[in-house]
């Protein structure tokens, strides 16, 4: 089964900030890597697909990064919405694995 | 809009056994591959069950495989998981969700529903 790490596993950030997240692959997948957003009591909302494509909707704030076992999504300013926990996933085949979280707190 | 909304969650015993429901509306379900995601309290997420359009194909992960049973009736725009011999750490959100436009990617998701194992 391929594990995805996400560092780190929460993060304090003020408005305006610029924040990145990390996520590893155990193996190589190529660019099969997703963001997804949840906001509390929330269902999550996919970000980003194919490591750096934006998914229809989402602010141009959000982007991802990477290839092979190393990934990245940076919030370039934060707005109030952002703060949320966000979780990164494989999408190079079955088991299906999520990262196991990033939460984004307010400093 | 596309829209998923769970049913089917509550309290039930160890050992018991529970049917989620999943109804899909605003979209063509039958063109789309079905997931089931949980999620236990204050923890990740977990894919737990993948059926394609038909049917034809179907997935589990190790953690309920032999326990839970996918379905679906295109018919009746309607997802389902049957889940046997539950067990305490099977208490999560349960969340349908819906393939995106990428394989193996979810968008968009249910509001979900709860399951609670517990004496």
């Known amino acids: 089964d391929i594990q995805v790490t996400q560092s780190p596993s929460s993060v304090s950030a003020s408005v305006g900030d610029r924040v990145t997240i990390t996520c590893r692959a155990s193996?190589?997948?190529?660019?099969?890597l997703a963001w997804y957003q949840q906001r509390p009591g929330r269902a999550p909302r996919l970000l980003i697909y194919?490591?750096?494509r934006l998914q229809s909707g989402v602010p141009s704030r959000f982007s991802g990064s990477g290839s092979g076992t190393d990934f990245t999504l940076t919030i370039s300013s934060l707005q109030p919405e952002d703060f949320a926990t966000y979780y990164c996933?494989?999408?190079?085949?079955?088991?299906?694995?999520f990262g196991q979280g990033t939460r984004l707190e307010i400093k | 809009q596309v829209q998923l909304v769970e049913f089917g969650g509550g309290l039930v015993k160890p050992g018991g056994s529970l049917r989620l429901s999943c109804a899909a509306s605003?979209?063509?379900?039958?063109?789309?591959?079905m997931s089931w995601i949980r999620q236990a309290p204050g923890k990740g997420l977990e894919w737990i069950s993948y059926?394609?359009?038909?049917?034809?194909?179907?997935y589990y992960a190790d953690s309920v495989k032999g326990r839970f049973t996918i379905s679906r009736d295109n018919a009746k725009n309607s997802l389902y998981l049957q889940m046997n011999s539950l067990r305490a750490e099977d208490t999560a959100v349960y969340y349908c969700?819906?393939?995106?436009?990428?394989?193996?990617?979810?968008?968009?998701w249910g509001q979900g529903t709860l399951v609670t194992v517990s004496s």
């Open positions: 059926i394609s359009n038909t049917g034809s194909s179907i």
């Open positions: 193996q190589g997948i190529s660019y099969s």
């Open positions: 996933q494989q999408a190079n085949g079955f088991p299906i694995t």
């Open positions: 194919a490591a750096s």
């Open positions: 605003g979209f063509t379900f039958s063109d789309y591959y």
């Open positions: 969700a819906r393939e995106s436009v990428v394989t193996y990617l979810f968008d968009p």
